[in-house]
């Protein structure tokens, strides 16, 4: 077996592991109406988590996203108010606007070489306060794409509801995997979180890539903000705040080493309906205060280190030990 | 002519790298390219291939005058390149490394089956067995070595420039990359080549270029210049034949040395089997023995980086403990490792604060080493190592390679262990500097420290030890003390039973 594929394997196996000890306890919960919440539910969060996957593959760090799609909602809601553009004008805008915003701190990250932390954080707070300045309050979207938006669903059998938004996830989360795994993009990415220097000399072009990255999880912030005010009907300024944490939480359970370089992007998806489970089953059980949740993925991500780091140690042994890769 | 240049010049910041070189690769060649540690050498190769921008000069590649921005516009041209430092990714598998910016694609899709393949195909020839979709990094750092090489020499439409590729390979290897470079050769490439070692050096090239302080000094077929002429235009000063002569006389028993250290049955399962060692006060042990022959293995055990299944280690006064480096620093021990690269530096450090660094944490931090101090013991390595730097302050990675080691090799010299383990101490390191190191060791040992050196080069070994362990197959299975220590006894004793039983 492939070493690499371990950390998926062990997000995997948490992941049935929490199905099944929901399943012991609420039988029922196994239906395709959960399944369809489940889907629904984390739409934003796991199409968000998706360009977090990238950016953090690549050894970088994307803290803008939870406010970018706090402003995309309000940006949203406040054009279709003044407007009167049609509503898939806007959004087409809206995601000219962020990926560009990404591409933007991309480009400062490299031309700047600073670390995307601060980059980031920067962008943060821009985009929370460009939301802001379009509006304090929260503003209802009233619009009737919208109304065909949100009532679009496939029924499945069992009745649950397998909504556009919830499909529209796991197409990013496709996306995603294509991008990384399987184009000259995604090696690169992969490579730059090897270690950039190295990166260079392979013939990876550092800025183009950079740029390629945050923009890229711009996007996909944006498209995340899009199927939020679906979601909720409305924009409001103030929505979404930590959201980009619990991505990275998402992204960091999935099995994607914070430090970069190796993850999965399907990992991500599967860490996303880990945290998601979770929180159905306080739902669920209904005497539990949703604080539990926290407590949860917070105890999954030190599980995550803790097997990250163990993982570390048991490959550098098998490159130390002789046997390895000994000349026939 | 394949590849000209013409007054090539780079500055960095203090230093003048490349003062107007000149240099020519025929097609059909193979050229050496010379110079003691920090003479320009990787400078040269980088400007080249787009990794630097140089300041002046002209690169022309079959007449037209070409300016890579990037290494992959250089890849583009046809110039694959392994550089000295690290140069590939642990983290991809070796087929992703191997194919890197290159991936045969279907539909636009990466077609990871493709590349397999394609993989397997750019290593056949190498003769090493690995599963091109593992990790690279879960393998040795030789087969990573050849994997770059394998990888540079399938971009190389034109020119191939090895920067180092030796450095970790064992004599089988070497051989083996030199088949495959004269079948390049023949083929028509122009072939650039940087080592330290000489006699790969008049084994394989056609003609040489000596690189000193960043200028041209000359370039001459290699058939016309012999050894001793060769080293002169590398250090601009004839080589003092110090070495042969303060070398460790191994025909008379000199007085008995007070005994040190003493490891009894050492071993960890699977790794190294159990193995005794006595060390005395001054005494100079060396290790020798092919690659993966359990060498390093052997020594990390004694340094507490890997835990022993059995064993115990005592000195005069009582038992000690080494079951983690800490405790083995704790008891004086010391340990520079063969992995510099990647094991030694911190890049971003200055050299007085990177040689400072593990003499700090043996003091502990409630006991600073005084900035003075720090600023003494600089002064003292950069003049005994001759590490070639404008001053103490400049970042570790700011130097060339062979600089760079000289830099991990002052931190633990500077620790003054009572026993010092040096895996490979020469490797990557100039001749002029090689004779430095190996003088500087019989000085330690003139002040009482004991050493364990690894090193693949027997001559060197020889020259240095007092008793000579040979490794072989995991296991300790000769010794060696007096007039038996001999190039021909040690390789003797290596190849006994020869390679096939591990096979
Ligand atoms: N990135 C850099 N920044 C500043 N100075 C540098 C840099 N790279 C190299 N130098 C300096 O340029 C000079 C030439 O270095 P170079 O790496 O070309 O030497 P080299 O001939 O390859 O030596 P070695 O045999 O040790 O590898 C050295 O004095 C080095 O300190
Ligand atoms: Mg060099």
Redesign the interface.
């Known amino acids: 077996m492939n070493p690499r594929l371990y950390p998926l394997y062990a997000t995997i196996g948490i992941f049935l592991f929490a199905c099944l000890v929901c399943y012991i306890q609420f039988p029922f919960m196994a239906s395709t109406r959960v399944l369809g919440n489940l889907l629904t539910d984390n739409a934003y969060l796991g199409i968000v988590a998706v360009g977090m996957t990238i950016v953090i593959l690549s050894g970088g760090i994307d803290l803008s996203v939870g406010s970018v799609i706090a402003f995309s909602g309000v940006f949203i809601a406040v054009m279709l108010r003044d407007s009167g553009l049609p509503a898939p004008v806007i959004m087409a805008l809206l995601l000219v606007v962020t990926t560009l915003f990404g591409a933007a701190m991309g480009g400062l990250i490299h031309a700047l070489a600073m670390p995307p932390f601060i980059v980031t954080l920067a962008g943060m707070f821009l985009a929370r306060g460009a939301a802001y300045m379009l509006t304090i309050d929260s503003v209802p979207i009233v619009d009737p794409f919208y109304d065909r938006l949100q009532d679009a669903y496939y029924l499945m059998p069992g009745k649950g509801r397998l909504t556009l938004i919830g499909v529209l996830m796991l197409a990013s989360v496709a996306v995603g995997m294509i991008v990384a795994h399987r184009t000259r993009f995604g090696a690169s990415v992969f490579a730059l979180g090897g270690g950039v220097q190295t990166a260079r000399l392979m013939g990876v072009r550092v800025g183009r890539t950079t740029v390629g990255i945050y923009a890229f999880s711009g996007f996909m912030a944006g498209l995340s903000g899009i199927v939020f005010s679906v979601y909720t009907g409305s924009g409001y300024p103030l929505a979404t705040v930590g959201t980009e944490l619990t991505a990275i939480a998402a992204v960091v359970i999935g099995g994607t080493l914070l430090t970069g370089g190796s993850g999965f992007v399907f990992g991500t998806l599967i860490g996303v309906m880990t945290m998601g489970l979770i929180q159905t089953y306080i739902v669920f059980d209904g005497s539990l205060s949703s604080w539990w949740t926290k407590i949860v993925i917070g105890g999954l991500l030190l599980l995550f280190i803790v097997l990250q780091k163990g993982l570390l140690r048991l490959t550098t042994t098998r490159l130390a030990s002789p046997q390895a890769g000994a000349p026939v | 002519m394949l590849l000209t240049i013409r007054s090539l010049t780079k500055t960095f910041p203090g230093t003048k790298a490349l003062d107007g070189v000149r240099f020519d690769l025929r097609a059909g060649e193979v050229h050496a390219l010379l110079g003691e540690n920090g003479a320009g050498k990787s400078t040269l190769i980088k400007c080249l291939t787009g990794?630097y921008r140089p300041d002046a000069g002209e690169i022309r590649l079959d007449g037209q005058p070409i300016a890579p921005r990037?290494?992959?516009e250089a890849?583009e041209l046809g110039i694959g390149?392994v550089?000295q430092?690290?140069?590939?990714?642990?983290?991809?598998?070796v087929a992703?490394?191997l194919c890197?910016?290159r991936?045969p694609?279907r539909f636009?899709?990466?077609s990871?089956r493709e590349m397999k393949r394609m993989a397997q195909d750019m290593l056949s020839g190498y003769?090493?067995?690995?599963d091109v979709?593992?990790?690279l990094?879960?393998?040795?750092v030789?087969?990573q070595q050849i994997v770059a090489i394998a990888r540079a020499v399938a971009l190389s439409g034109k020119v191939l420039i090895l920067d180092e590729p030796t450095a970790s390979l064992d004599a089988?290897?070497v051989e083996m990359l030199f088949d495959v470079v004269r079948g390049l050769r023949d083929r028509g490439l122009g072939i650039v080549f940087v080592t330290h070692f000489l006699d790969q050096v008049f084994a394989l090239s056609d003609r040489i270029t000596v690189l000193r302080n960043g200028c041209h000094i000359v370039t001459e077929d290699t058939a016309a210049l012999d050894r001793v002429r060769l080293i002169e235009h590398m250090l601009g000063r004839a080589l003092e034949d110090e070495v042969e002569h303060r070398a460790v006389d191994h025909g008379v028993a000199g007085p008995v040395k007070p005994e040190m250290l003493a490891f009894d049955a050492m071993s960890r399962r699977?790794?190294v089997e159990p193995f005794d060692l006595r060390i005395a006060k001054g005494e100079v042990v060396g290790l020798a023995g092919l690659l993966?022959?359990?060498r390093?293995?052997s020594a990390?055990l004694l340094f507490g980086i890997?835990g022993t299944t059995t064993g115990t280690a005592r000195d005069e006064v009582g038992p000690v403990r080494i079951d983690s480096p800490r405790a083995a620093i704790a008891a004086g021990f010391g340990f520079a490792p063969e992995d510099r690269k990647t094991d030694g530096i911190v890049a971003d450090l200055s050299i007085r604060e990177n040689i400072a660094l593990a003499l700090q944490a043996r003091r502990g931090w409630a006991r600073p080493v005084s900035r003075t101090e720090q600023a003494r013991l600089a002064e003292t390595y950069i003049k005994r190592l001759d590490i070639r730097t404008s001053d103490a302050e400049k970042a570790v990675g700011e130097l060339s390679g062979g600089n760079q080691q000289k830099v991990v090799l002052a931190r633990w010299l500077a620790m003054n262990p009572r026993f010092l383990i040096l895996d490979e101490p020469t490797r990557g390191i100039d001749v002029g500097a090689h004779a430095e190191i190996l003088r500087l060791i019989h000085e330690l040992t003139a002040e009482g420290m004991s050493l364990l050196v690894i090193s693949s080069e027997l001559d060197e070994l020889i020259a240095v030890s007092d008793r000579v362990i040979v490794v072989r197959d995991?296991a300790h299975v000769a010794e060696l003390t007096g007039a038996d220590v001999t190039t021909e006894t040690v390789v003797r004793a290596i190849a006994d039973h020869g390679r096939e039983e591990?096979?």
């Open positions: 990794a990037s290494t992959s890849q390149t550089y430092e690290v140069n590939l990714l642990p983290n991809l598998t992703q490394n890197f910016g991936e694609r636009g899709m990466v990871s003769g090493i067995d690995v979709s593992r990790d990094g879960t393998y040795s030789a087969i089988r290897e699977g790794v993966g022959s359990g390093t293995e990390e890997r995991r591990v096979a």
